[in-house]
């Protein structure tokens, strides 16, 4: 079953179309907190050359310094299932609910946040299954370079 | 039992003092390939007002984009026991190796790192170990948000 996108999803989303329109790699993410985006980021690894600018990674950088009081009120938006990068990020910060665009494309590591604790919702979008599809056959290298998988 | 640092401890601990110097947590990284230290690095917390910048990922960022042939002759030297997402960051690039200054003031997660298959020395270094012991009982609430633990 695939599920439409609500409003933050539809942010993460549009983070990264943003992402696609600049050369780099399509994924996006937003952080929520009592209903209010309060971070936004996506993939940077072509603009920035950073590897560990994945979109979850940059909308955490971009939301700034917070105690760990903030980040249990917050919700994380993200096109893709997270990596373990990420998940660590989620677990470091104690971010107790995690809403995912797709997991088709990527399985990453929602089974691990789960035995972790974290509430995870897989919405598997079809609009986003099928940007993010293209993406990946259209560039090969440098998708499999973001999740440092050998070619 | 404490050990010596060699040349490559020696530079993760030169940063993290680096770190210090700036008013920032002393925790210190490199990350070195075939012998060469390819990357450096230091927590940027209060530096650069950033959350993700742990001193590994700090490192890893300062290193660059690379293929997943690069990572896996690497290895990880940090001087404090690596968190969840910095753990995370080793094995999304398959980073074989890491050495470990400490593990006294901040557990971290070797015993997950190593449940994958990463190795993992300790070296509980003295002087490391009283390094960052003075500075979390000097600075406990950025220490506690860089952990985010609720005080």
């Given at each position: 079953m695939t599920e439409s996108m609500d409003q933050y999803m539809r942010a993460a989303y549009e983070e990264a179309l943003a992402g696609r329109n600049e050369g780099g790699i399509p994924?996006?993410?937003?952080?929520?907190?009592?209903?209010?985006?309060?971070?936004?980021?996506?993939?940077?690894r072509v603009q920035k050359g950073n590897p560990i600018?994945?979109?979850?990674?940059d909308a955490l950088s971009n939301s700034g310094r917070h105690p760990a009081s903030f980040y249990k009120e917050c919700t994380l938006y993200t096109t893709l299932a997270p990596c373990i990068m990420c998940s660590g990020a989620i677990l470091l910060y104690k971010i107790p609910e995690v809403v995912v665009g797709e997991d088709v494309n990527y399985p990453g590591e929602t089974a691990f946040l789960r035995s972790r604790g974290v509430k995870v919702t897989i919405l598997n979008n079809e609009e986003i299954i099928?940007?993010?599809?293209?993406?990946?056959e259209e560039n090969p290298t440098v998708w499999n370079e973001d999740i440092s998988e050998e070619v």
């Amino acid at each position: 079953m695939t599920e439409s996108m609500d409003q933050y999803m539809r942010a993460a989303y549009e983070e990264a179309l943003a992402g696609r329109n600049e050369g780099g790699i399509p994924i996006g993410a937003v952080l929520v907190r009592n209903g209010e985006i309060v971070g936004r980021g996506h993939n940077q690894r072509v603009q920035k050359g950073n590897p560990i600018l994945h979109g979850e990674m940059d909308a955490l950088s971009n939301s700034g310094r917070h105690p760990a009081s903030f980040y249990k009120e917050c919700t994380l938006y993200t096109t893709l299932a997270p990596c373990i990068m990420c998940s660590g990020a989620i677990l470091l910060y104690k971010i107790p609910e995690v809403v995912v665009g797709e997991d088709v494309n990527y399985p990453g590591e929602t089974a691990f946040l789960r035995s972790r604790g974290v509430k995870v919702t897989i919405l598997n979008n079809e609009e986003i299954i099928r940007m993010m599809k293209t993406f990946i056959e259209e560039n090969p290298t440098v998708w499999n370079e973001d999740i440092s998988e050998e070619v």
